[in-house]
């Protein structure tokens, strides 16, 4: 069975700081995704990452995909109060009909 | 071009009633999914279709059924709600040559 971890579940960050959120999963994948969440909001698609040594940037936000450890992280760059929300990371597949596995999510508070 | 909608946006029922929750798309897409979000937790796959016609079983199915008899339309059925059936239900629609999955606005259930 597929596990998707996240950690930390909650993070309290000052603005101007950095951090990392961090995404582990039990099997190989071909493609993991962030994923962006405001209260009471559907899901905004942040990254979608492929390969093995993907990185994508956005603003203050950059993704990275390990497939050999099993790892994705999102970087937080100088953060702002914007960027408050929670994160998800979910992992697929090609080939199963596409199906997504969600993370527990790690809800972000970025405090002035 | 509207996306992914949802109906309704908020219900409430009495345990023992049934209802439907509608998921439509009007981007062509072949695949189709119901997911659940519980607090403090990410989103799980109830059920999903690959194609007009077709549903298949996710991770938490017991207590829903699906339909999807049109390409476009995807039903998810309760026929007895339960309590534990309260929850924000997401619907979502992937084309085959797309890499990433699009997430209506989220149906809001509660059932007392």
């Known amino acids: 069975e597929l596990k998707v971890e996240q950690n930390p579940l909650f993070l309290s960050m000052q603005e101007g700081k950095n951090y990392t959120i961090y995404c582990n999963y039990s099997t190989t994948s071909d493609r993991l995704y962030w994923y962006r969440q405001d209260p009471g909001k559907s899901l905004e698609s942040l990254f979608v990452?492929?390969?093995?040594?993907a990185v994508k940037q956005e603003g203050r936000l950059m993704a990275s995909l390990d497939t050999k450890a099993r790892l994705s992280t999102l970087h937080i760059t100088a953060a702002v109060h914007d960027l408050s929300a929670t994160y998800f990371c979910a992992v697929g597949w090609t080939g199963t009909a596409s199906k997504l596995t969600f993370g527990t999510g790690t809800r972000l508070q970025v405090t002035l | 071009n509207a996306g992914v909608t949802q109906t309704p946006k908020f219900r409430v029922l009495k345990t023992g009633q049934s209802m439907t929750l509608l998921c439509a798309q009007d981007m062509n897409h072949e695949y189709m999914y119901w997911y659940r979000q519980d607090p403090g937790m990410g989103l799980r796959l109830i059920h999903y279709s690959v194609g007009e016609g077709t549903t298949a079983k996710g991770e938490v199915p017991d207590g829903y059924n699906v339909s999807r008899l049109k390409k476009q339309n995807f039903l998810l059925g309760l026929e007895s709600a339960a309590p534990s059936q309260t929850s924000v239900y997401f619907c979502?629609?992937?084309?085959?040559?797309?890499?990433?999955?699009?997430f209506g606005p989220g149906t809001r259930l509660t059932v007392l």
């Open positions: 990452l492929l390969s093995n040594g």
């Open positions: 979502a629609s992937r084309g085959t040559s797309a890499n990433e999955q699009f």
